[in-house]
């Protein structure tokens, strides 16, 4: 059954590294099972895999796939663990504690400018998945991210995707990031409270959490990054986001599993392109749908475009996310960055 654990939040890497040993067991553990801890590539074998925010519908493929019995087709035993925010989960495969983390690509990027070296490997997705929100109280001098001087703006965790984002859109707009704070409150249930309280003027988040806000009236959608469309009007072009990432020396030196890890991911992208929301939902487990069952069917119909169909990477998207990440992140502006050691497409295209 699930179980819901505090984690603790890490604010640098130099301290995340020292705890994690200690601390690794306090993710939400999803599923679990033991066979072969070692990630080998035979029949059961064990794969730790973190994400960021399990029931966030941006990483929904994840669980989807859990839920198919899609990994367990190939000979799997994976274990789904969660963090609150993608940078908890990148933190986890850095210290070792996981072998894959779902979570945004472009961390993979800020890992190599630190020696890091980590890739794609299965791409889910071509566009952030994220909208900015504005509370109803600040909706009269928030209009666009030309206002956000001076405003307190959610994120789901400092040095997450989202806060990646959120900076680019102000930098782009001509505000600098001292302009503006951004605030970590999580998603869900603390993001909404957030807005409620005015602890935040707006923010960046995902589905279910837009369309619980955009219910309950508490907020209006500023930017929407969910389609195609919505990314290249607000970046520049896709965005690709939702990913499996890996080490790049556990994905050589495993490939047997990784190439099976990939065979499910791009069959549960084709199940979903091949069916409807509601049809989705009804594979979810029922406390992901915590604003009722039709609400959740129209969140996940709102972040559909965002997926790809078959988990390679759209060419276009990672020199998008260089040149958003250039904008605003010293340690990106004045770095080499080797693109193409960031995803591969080896497995994707072998994919059954």
């Avoid at 666009?144 to 680019?168: E, H, W």
């Avoid at 290249?232 to 890996?246: T, V």
Wanted: hydrophobic share 35%; with cysteine; proline share 3%.
């Amino acid at each position: 059954m699930f179980r819901r654990t505090l984690t603790t939040r890490i604010t640098t890497t130099t301290v995340a590294l020292a705890a994690l040993a200690a601390l690794g067991g306090c993710a939400d553990e999803v599923s679990s099972s033991s066979t072969d801890g070692g990630g080998g590539g035979g029949k059961g074998a064990k794969v730790k895999i973190m994400v960021g925010g399990i029931d966030k519908v941006i990483y929904l493929p994840a669980m989807l796939a859990q839920r198919l019995g899609y990994f367990k087709d190939e000979g799997l035993n994976i274990e789904l663990l969660s963090e609150p925010a993608g940078i908890d989960a990148t933190t986890s495969l850095v210290a070792g504690n996981v072998q894959g983390v779902v979570g945004f690509y472009d961390h993979t990027l800020d890992l190599q400018t630190k020696g890091k070296q980590v890739e794609s490997v299965v791409q889910l997705a071509q566009t952030p998945g994220e909208v900015e929100i504005v509370s109803n109280k600040a909706a009269a001098d928030l209009k666009s991210p030309k206002d956000f001087s001076g405003k307190k703006l959610g994120v789901t965790g400092l040095g997450s995707s989202t806060d990646f984002l959120t900076k680019y859109l102000g930098v782009h707009d001509g505000v600098s990031t001292d302009k503006f704070t951004n605030v970590a409150v999580g998603a869900g249930q603390t993001f909404i409270s957030a807005l409620q309280k005015g602890s935040i003027d707006g923010g960046m988040t995902t589905d279910p959490t837009v369309a619980q806000i955009l219910d309950k009236k508490i907020g209006k959608v500023l930017i929407d990054m969910r389609t195609p469309e919505g990314s290249r009007r607000a970046l520049g072009g896709l965005y690709p986001s939702s990913s499996l990432y890996m080490n790049t020396d556990w994905v050589n030196s495993h490939k047997e599993t990784v190439q099976k890890l990939a065979n499910a991911f791009v069959r549960t992208l084709k199940w979903m392109s091949s069916h409807s929301a509601k049809e989705i939902a009804a594979k979810m487990p029922s406390d992901y749908a915590q604003g009722g069952e039709g609400l959740y069917a129209q969140a996940i119909d709102s972040t559909l475009p965002m997926f790809t169909k078959d988990g390679t990477m759209p060419a276009e998207g990672p020199a998008t996310v260089q040149r958003v990440l250039k904008s605003f992140n010293p340690n990106l502006k004045n770095a080499t960055i080797d693109l193409k050691k960031t995803y591969t497409t080896e497995f994707t295209s072998k994919a059954k």
